[in-house]
C-alpha cells in the first residue's frame, strides 16, 4: 500500500537526507581544514625548535672547550712552575745529570703528560655525553613530526612529510680541540 503520502514522505526524507549530508561532509572538510592548519603549525614549531636546540648545545659545546683550555692552561702553568723548581735545585746542589735529578725529572714530565691526558679524555667524555644529549633532543624532535604525520592520516588529512627525512645528525657542535 504505496499511497500518495508513503512516496511524499518517503522523498521528502531522502530530499532531508541529502541536506543534511552535505551538511555533515560541510562540517567533516571544516574540522579537517582547522586541524590540517593546526598541526602544519605545530610542525613548523617542531622544526624551528631545532635551531634553538643547536644554539644551547653549541654553547655548551663552547663552555666543555673554554673550561678544557682553562685547564690545560692551569696544568702548564703548574709544569713550568714545578719545572723551574727542579732545575733551581738542581743547578744549586750541583746534582746535573745525576740519577736522583734524572728520575724526578722523568716523574714531573710523566705527571704533566698523564694529567693532560686525563683532562683530554674528561673534556672528550664531556663531549660526548653533550652530543648524545643533542641527538636525543633531536630524536624527539623527528618522533613528534612522524607523529603528527601520523595522526593526520588517520584523520584524512595531509600534511608535509618532515619526519622521515628529518637528519638527526648532530653537526655544528665541533669538537674538543
Not at 13 to 32: D, N, Q, S, T
Not at 132 to 155: I, K, M, P, W, Y
Request: aromatic content about 6%; proline content about 2%; overall charge positive.
Amino acid at each position: 500500500m504505496t499511497g500518495p503520502l508513503t512516496i511524499g514522505m518517503t522523498v521528502g526524507g531522502a530530499i532531508l537526507g541529502k541536506v543534511g549530508m552535505r551538511r555533515r561532509r560541510r562540517e567533516e572538510r571544516r574540522r579537517r581544514s582547522a586541524e590540517r592548519k593546526i598541526a602544519t603549525r605545530t610542525q613548523q614549531s617542531l622544526i624551528g625548535s631545532i635551531e634553538g636546540l643547536r644554539g644551547e648545545y653549541q654553547q655548551r659545546a663552547g663552555f666543555v672547550r673554554s673550561e678544557f683550555n682553562l685547564r690545560q692552561q692551569s696544568a702548564l702553568q703548574g709544569y713550568m712552575g714545578e719545572r723551574s723548581a727542579m732545575d733551581t735545585m738542581v743547578g744549586g746542589t750541583n746534582l746535573a745529570y745525576s740519577g736522583a735529578a734524572e728520575t724526578a725529572s722523568n716523574r714531573l714530565d710523566q705527571s704533566f703528560r698523564t694529567q693532560l691526558e686525563a683532562e683530554n679524555l674528561g673534556a672528550q667524555q664531556q663531549m660526548s655525553s653533550l652530543t648524545r644529549g643533542f641527538e636525543s633532543e633531536l630524536r624527539d624532535v623527528q618522533v613528534g613530526l612522524l607523529n603528527l604525520e601520523r595522526t593526520a592520516s588517520q584523520r584524512g588529512y595531509s600534511i608535509p612529510s618532515m619526519g622521515a627525512s628529518f637528519n638527526t645528525n648532530p653537526t655544528g657542535l665541533g669538537g674538543v680541540v
